[in-house]
């Protein structure tokens, strides 16, 4: 028997999502099941993204809050389940072009190579979200985890820059709160003033 601390209802909580996403593929025909999941997939890809980044200005706001402390603990189920989606999202881009050219030829466009970049920053992210590699990394694998940050930009420039331009609000209503909360973080951090030493 499952214990509720288990992360395996994490993963599953975590997989929900790809259900109806399935399903709308399933419902539809020809091109449009491809249409039908390629936008969800990306989506779900940023909004887990953004949920483990926000872990560290959550517990800074809410000192003591067991919420914070536990999606800190939990972080990198939502890191690498982001990456999954994302991957998900890049597949069905490709299946969707359908040739080698038509891809090349994509790739000059601001919001896809935007798209692309991050989507490798994703990659060692991903990679080494393990235990182990926490262990043999040491310090190299948080200054390799910073890359988060270079990562939700791009994403948020990637979806903002869709249908030109047209996606600037869903992508701002996004990643709002996480830019409230790191510039909140960024200041009680550097820019806050002190009591001076007696």
């Given amino acids: 028997m499952l214990s509720r601390y288990s992360p395996y209802w994490l993963w599953a909580l975590l997989a929900l999502p790809g259900l109806p996403i399935t399903m709308g593929m399933i419902n539809a025909t020809g091109g449009e099941a491809i249409h039908a999941a390629l936008h969800p997939t990306g989506e779900f890809a940023a909004r887990f993204m953004i949920i483990g980044m926000l872990a560290s200005p959550l517990a800074l706001v809410f000192k003591g809050w067991r919420g914070p402390r536990w999606l800190q603990k939990t972080r990198r189920y939502f890191g690498v389940a982001a990456f999954f989606y994302a991957l998900a999202h890049t597949v069905l881009y490709l299946i969707d ?66 249908h030109e331009w047209g996606g600037i609000g869903p992508a701002l209503v996004h990643f709002g709160p996480l830019g409230v909360l790191e510039a909140y973080r960024l200041w009680y951090w550097y820019l806050r003033p002190r009591p001076h030493a007696a």
């Fill in 97 to 162: 072009l359908g040739t080698v050219e038509k891809v090349m030829a994509d790739v000059p466009k601001f919001y896809i190579w935007t798209g692309w970049i991050a989507f490798g920053i994703f990659v060692p992210l991903a990679v080494t979200s393990s235990d182990y590699f926490v262990r043999k990394m040491g310090r190299r694998w948080k200054t390799l985890q910073r890359t988060t940050y270079a990562a939700a930009v791009l994403t948020l420039l990637h979806w903002a820059a869709l």
